[in-house]
């Protein structure tokens, strides 16, 4: 495990009297951008909104009968569309626990990653 910093709050100096919490976010401020190549090497991005990726979270929290606490075996790549919805946002949305299986161990040695997801069940 990383080293953990510890901070210690009821010391805390009272913030100042003109402070003001910061003003709320739109549904349609950007959450992330994702990036693609065209067929002639361009980059291309397309902005998700915060009302976007909610909607897809909730669609998939429906559809696959996701719940709290639950754990997943997440063998997708999370730098890519369908492992970050499922693997990062989904999982946070929920308050999941995700167990990554990198490709490359599954490529190498299926039977260690499917005695992984028994020993979850």
């Given at each position: ?37 065209g ?41 890519r ?41």
């Amino acid at each position: 495990w990383p080293k953990l910093t510890w901070y210690i709050t009821e010391h805390l100096t009272k913030p100042p009297k003109d402070w003001v919490p910061p003003p709320r976010l739109s549904e349609e401020t950007p959450a992330y951008i994702e990036y693609t190549t065209g067929k002639d090497g361009s980059v291309m991005g397309v902005t998700v909104s915060r009302a976007a990726m909610l909607c897809h979270c909730r669609t998939l929290t429906a559809a696959c009968n996701y719940t709290e606490g639950e754990v997943m075996i997440n063998v997708l790549d999370f730098k890519r569309d369908v492992g970050l919805w499922h693997g990062i946002l989904t999982a946070v949305f929920n308050g999941m626990h995700v167990v990554f299986v990198p490709y490359s161990l599954m490529k190498v040695n299926p039977a260690s990653w499917m005695h992984m997801i028994t020993k979850f069940k």
